[in-house]
């Protein structure tokens, strides 16, 4: 009985500071509609802040001052960057603000780096809180008992301010429906400012209060996003006592599980997320999402038309060009070229999706991944030949995301994102976990290519052709019967449905081809790098192809690729340097600022202006 | 004004497609490293420095064969895709004549798998992972630090010496920790066959909800405790487990544990009375490990890390190799550093024929809190010759030759 109390409270503890910064990304993601990839950061932020303050400031005192400090010190650093970057932003595509969010992790990550330095900070104890009291003969941390207490609080604090003031009530307004609030003269401007900036003060303060049972490390902006973000889907987007209801359901099973179940910490936490969001798709206590909510803003997107002849021969003769690369390409050049080639499917995959379905898939990896451990299985495990393995690669990719469409689809926008991610990560976790098949993080290595294709030269012309020819093929169905249907479900759903079509049929073929074609990217992966390694399902990777979607240009038909292909030559150069991350950050928030419809369509824009 | 872009837009493409400057014969020998400098920045960078000191020496006494060596550090994001491309870069472009470096055990392996396909040597410094010698191990491969089995068959040495019989551990779930596990498991059941494996708790790497994995081994009753956590996790499990008492009258076999790169940010609330393996870089007196410390502190003005030896190691091996290769090209090289010994701050380190397994060991000790730092006491060097399976045992793990 003591025990089951003592881990009921642990789970309460651990709950805190997961609810301070799972409610400020709710309410940023209510009033403003970004998806703050950031959050991890300013988390972190808030417990480098409050270190440091804990070291200048003296006694009790200091300490609680420190976290007071912390807490409006990354409010203060939100409010800067809502002002000088995202504020720029908000006309863009739908989501494209996450793009802005991913330079910002990239910059705080150097920046941490360079004044922090690499080691690991032991947070200080909270003075007087050091120690346990025993609760039916179980220690409990006297500071997990202060944390306990103080998670309420704070929720009350905010619940008094959302529902009691002003404020509150133009951020529940805004929630409901930004346009009208703004219709009615309220300066929207200083409203999504003032709710960023609590929103990352929120994270702020839960870094700055978990050092007693912690520290600050380098890691903890991406250790803590996917536990944020689930929290935050499971709790429903936008609800505050969601937030907390789903952060104590997560925390309190998450340490069950542990001693229960000890192997099942990687995946606990997202079977519990696709349950709930089964049982209800838009969270615990979340609220439907109306269609078109999340807004086509900015003007209305041309149609699209078959390239002109013109363009035609222009392609044709840099693809000619490209596939002489051979002739007088180095060694090297191939080995890039054939990774860029390989990457350029993978992205215009996840274009489609965006572009042509409109789906914004956080999850994406899962296909891509998946084509190339389904390669890499293949030839480990049945002694298949390579052309075999990259005929099947994309099958199997397709035929997961058959499965994993058929859930995910019964929500839509926001939810349906999560719902991607969080199948990529369980099957990610598989991937870890099953170490007998899979390698785990050892992965599986020696899978190269055939005899035939075993030269680079060889090889890079093979991925050339079937990159080439596979992002033609979701061209080629984007101008087909299939993509206009689609768009019309992506538009009006309604009207496309009045119309007689299919229109979750429509998406769920969209999803699978984009998955079958990201398979096929990674299949072409594992030859080229002789190996796989669950690095290629991660998190990370899905955000990389929603980058370069996003940077390309959602609203055109190439911005997969260029995107892919200005990307992964940029990062290969890039990296060459000190402090890439900082460049890259600040390249790619240069980018968005300046070019919020993404390269190809800035591109495309100055060319109607030059030649109208 | 276009027609001037145009052309130094082409010069640039073409200068970064143009054929690689054949290896120059009079310049520097180019050595290609390979590492997460960002991303692991507190263990890749005392590395780098090591690695950094260890070559100016070289070059100081005159380098090789006449020539000096060059190393060209790269980043790789601790990716394995990432690391595969820029190896390629190494050896084709920049004239390497081979490649040195990583720290996880994933790069480190697929940099192998590599460089057995292409037949380029291959020094692995510092991942741990016992596949990269043995069931992926190839000829191309070889690796400095002491393995995954090799430290836990310390610690399993050292347990056996106890009289505790009811263990438990602690690892992050992924391949480092279950081999590191399976390590203890296989040694200690060994040398003590009637202990006891009384609960495994398996935290999400970096995750560690430490207050409920203290209340899972508490539950769980163990006279003593095998702890493969490390960084952030380690400073959480320490904290979480002395305030709840899982610590008290219990024995700890803590692996990495003394190494200052993750003993160094626990200070004063570093565990005591753990035995661990680490590097007591503050306890040397009049050896050439003092030496190499005093050397290093000057040079950096920061006391050296375990990175740092390895990192050192790592250039001293190039360079062994180098000097003992009849050319330097990638079969004489490979030759060279089978059976190679070299002669460091901890003495003679050997590669192994057998399994290319350098025999670099560790520092075995106790910790204690010292001054405000956690420090290892009674410490000695074991060395890794002694910690490796008997041959015949090596060649079954090593099927794939």
Known sequence: ?612 | MFRRTFTALSAAVLAAFALPAAAQEDGPIVIGEINHFKRMAAFAEPYRKGYEMAIEEVNAAGGIAGREIAVIYRDDQGEPGEAIRIAEELMTREGAVMLTGSILSNVGLAISSLADRKGWVYLASEPLADALVWSEGNPWTFRLRASTYMQAAMLAEEAAKTEATRFATIAPNYAYGKDAVAAFKEVLTALKPEVEFVGEQWPQLFQIDAGAEVQALERAKPDAIYNVTFGPDLAKFVREGADRGLFEDRAVFGLLSGEPEYLEPLGAEAPEGWVVTGYPWYAFEGDANAEFVADYTARWEESPKNGSLVGYMTGLSVAAALERAESFAPEAIRAAFEGLSVTGPVGEVTYREIDNQSTMGAFVGTTAVEEGAGVMVDWAYRDGAAYLPEDAEVKTRRAAE
């Open chain 1, 1 to 612: 009985m003591g025990l089951i109390l003592a881990q009921i409270l642990t789970g309460l503890a651990n709950a805190g500071a997961l609810f301070m910064v799972a409610s400020g990304l709710s309410l940023i993601f209510g009033v403003t509609r970004i998806v703050n990839f950031a959050h991890g950061s300013f988390y972190m932020l808030g417990a480098y802040l409050g270190w440091s303050l804990m070291q200048v400031l003296p006694g009790s005192f200091g300490f609680w001052g420190a976290i007071l400090l912390a807490w409006l010190g990354v409010g203060l650093i939100g409010a800067l960057v809502e002002i000088v970057i995202l504020r720029r932003v908000y006309a863009a595509p739908e989501l494209f603000q996450l793009v802005a969010t991913f330079g910002v992790i990239l910059i705080v990550q150097d920046l941490a780096l360079m004044i922090w330095g690499p080691e690991d900070l032991l947070g200080p104890r909270a003075p007087g809180l050091r120690g346990v009291v025993r609760i039916l003969g179980e220690p409990v941390p006297k500071y997990d008992l202060a944390l306990i207490a103080l998670t309420p609080l704070v929720a009350l604090a905010l619940w008094a301010l959302i529902t009691r003031t002003r404020f509150g009530i133009l951020v529940r307004a805004a929630t409901q429906d930004r346009e009208m609030v703004g219709a009615l003269g309220v300066n929207q401007r200083w409203l999504f400012t003032a709710t960023f900036a609590l929103g990352c003060a929120l994270a702020g303060l839960g870094g700055a209060l978990q050092l007693p049972r912690g520290g600050a490390d380098l890691l903890m902006d991406f250790t803590i996003l996917t536990s944020v973000f689930v929290v935050v889907v499971v709790g429903g987007m936008g609800s505050l006592p969601g937030a907390y209801l789903a952060s104590v359901l997560i925390s309190v099973v998450g340490v069950f599980g542990v001693s229960y179940l000890p192997q099942s910490t990687l995946a606990l936490t997202f079977v519990v997320m696709v349950a709930v969001l089964m049982w209800r798709p838009f969270g615990l206590l979340g609220r439907e999402e109306v269609a078109g909510e999340l807004g086509q803003v900015g003007p209305p997107e041309d149609p699209i038309a078959p390239a002109s002849a013109r363009m035609r021969l222009l392609v044709g003769m840099a693809l000619a060009a490209l596939a002489a690369l051979p002739v007088y390409g180095s060694p090297f050049a191939l080995v890039l070229a054939t990774d860029i080639a390989i990457f350029c499917l993978f992205a215009a995959s996840l274009h489609f999706l965006l572009g042509q379905a409109g789906l914004v898939s956080f999850g994406h990896a899962a296909f891509y991944g998946g084509g190339a451990y389904a390669a890499a299985l293949l030839v480990r495990h049945a002694g298949a030949p390579m052309e075999l393995a990259l005929l099947l690669a994309p099958l199997i990719a397709g035929g997961l995301a058959l499965g994993i469409g058929f859930v995910a689809l019964r929500a839509s926008g926001v939810y349906f994102a999560m719902l991607t991610l969080a199948f990529a990560q369980l099957l990610w976790s598989l991937v870890w976990q099953w170490a007998g098949v899979t390698g785990g993080s050892d992965g599986l290595i020696g899978i190269w290519p055939a005899r035939w294709a075993d030269s680079n030269t060889v090889f890079y012309l093979l991925s050339f052709a079937l990159s080439v020819g596979g992002i033609l093929t979701l061209r080629h169905a984007a101008h087909a019967p299939f993509g206009y249907a689609l768009r019309a479900a992506r538009d009006n759903a309604p009207r496309a449905a009045a119309t007689g079509f299919d229109t979750r049929a429509l998406q769920w073929a969209a999803f699978t081809f984009a998955g079958a074609m990201a398979g096929l990217a990674g299949g072409l992966f594992v030859f080229a790098k002789g190996s796989v390694f669950p690095n290629e399902l991660e998190i990370a990777r899905s955000f990389d192809a929603l980058i370069v979607v996003f940077l390309g240009g959602v609203k055109t038909l190439s911005g997969g690729w260029v995107g892919g292909a200005v990307f992964e030559a940029g990062v290969d150069w890039l990296t060459r340097f000190d402090y890439w991350r900082l460049a890259l950050g600040l390249v790619v928030l240069f980018i968005v600022t300046l070019a919020p419809q993404g390269l190809v369509g800035t591109a495309r824009a100055l060319w109607a202006r030059v030649r109208p």
